[in-house]
């Protein structure tokens, strides 16, 4: 039996949802089957992408937060993060 050695997300669906706040975010991260983990972090953008693709590698990505006047730039990066 072969052990895997590396995580594996692929053609898994992670949904992120943020309660946006300025200084700081409160993030749950759900996979399709089970809430994975809920914790707050820095109200950043790239910091989440990082964390998304270091713990879930190779996953698809979903991000929702609440509609407001500072989601643009929040959008924006994470499509240039490519999420």
Partial sequence: MQQVTQLDFS???????????KKSWKVSIRSEQME??????????GELSTYLKRNYPSADYHVVYEAGF?????QRE??????
């Fill in 36 to 45: 994975l983990r809920t914790f707050s972090q820095n109200p950043s953008a």
């Fill in 70 to 74: 500072c989601g643009f730039s929040h």
């Fill in 11 to 21: 053609g898994q669906k992670i949904f992120a949802g943020i309660d946006v706040h």
């Fill in 78 to 83: 994470f499509s240039n993060a490519g999420i």
